[in-house]
C-alpha cells in the first residue's frame, strides 16, 4: 500500500467520530477535493490530540487515526484566511504525524519573545554592578 502524493491538512477541526463514507462526503464538499483521487486528506479534532487520515488507495477507503499521549498536534503550515485545506509535503506530514510537546512549544515561544522586541534584537538587562563596568575589587 502507498501513500498518495498529495497531501492536504483541513484548516478546521471536524468530528473524529466520523467514519469512512461521512469523512469522504467533507471531503468532497467542504474541501472540494475527490476523496478517491491520489489525495490523503488529514483530519484534526478541536483539541489537535487526535489525528485522521483518510485516502482511497484503489480498492477501497483507509483510514490511520492516532491518539498522541501526551502531546498535541501542529499544524505547521501558514493558512491562508479563508482557506478550508492547506497543502502539505511528505516531511511536514512526518513532523505532523510526531506532534510536539506543549512545554518545548512554551519555552520556544518565550525564548523568541525573549530574544525580539519590535523586531530588533533585545539588548540584555544591566543587572548589578558587573554590567556597568565595576569589579568586585572597585567595592572594597
Not at 487526535?50 to 499544524?75: A, E
Not at 510526531?98 to 519573545?113: E, F, M, P, Y
Not at 525573549?114 to 540584555?124: A, F, H, K, Q, S
Request: glycine content about 8%; overall charge positive.
Amino acid at each position: 500500500m502507498r501513500l498518495p502524493e498529495a497531501i492536504f491538512v483541513a484548516t478546521t477541526p471536524v468530528d473524529l467520530h466520523l467514519s469512512f463514507d461521512r469523512l469522504a462526503g467533507i471531503v468532497r464538499e467542504q474541501l472540494g477535493a475527490d476523496p478517491k483521487g491520489e489525495t490523503l486528506i488529514v483530519f484534526h479534532n478541536r483539541r489537535r490530540t487526535h489525528l485522521k487520515l483518510l485516502w482511497h488507495d484503489g480498492t477501497g477507503y483507509c483510514i490511520l487515526y492516532k491518539r498522541l499521549d501526551r502531546f498535541t498536534y501542529r499544524i505547521p503550515l501558514a493558512i491562508p484566511p479563508g482557506a478550508t485545506r492547506v497543502s502539505a509535503t511528505m516531511r511536514e506530514l512526518e513532523l505532523l504525524l510526531d506532534g510536539i510537546d506543549q512545554a518545548t512549544l512554551r519555552a520556544a515561544r518565550r525564548s523568541t519573545r525573549g530574544r525580539t522586541e519590535g523586531g530588533r534584537p533585545r539588548r540584555p538587562r544591566e543587572t548589578g554592578t558587573a554590567s556597568r563596568g565595576m569589579t568586585a575589587r572597585d567595592h572594597t
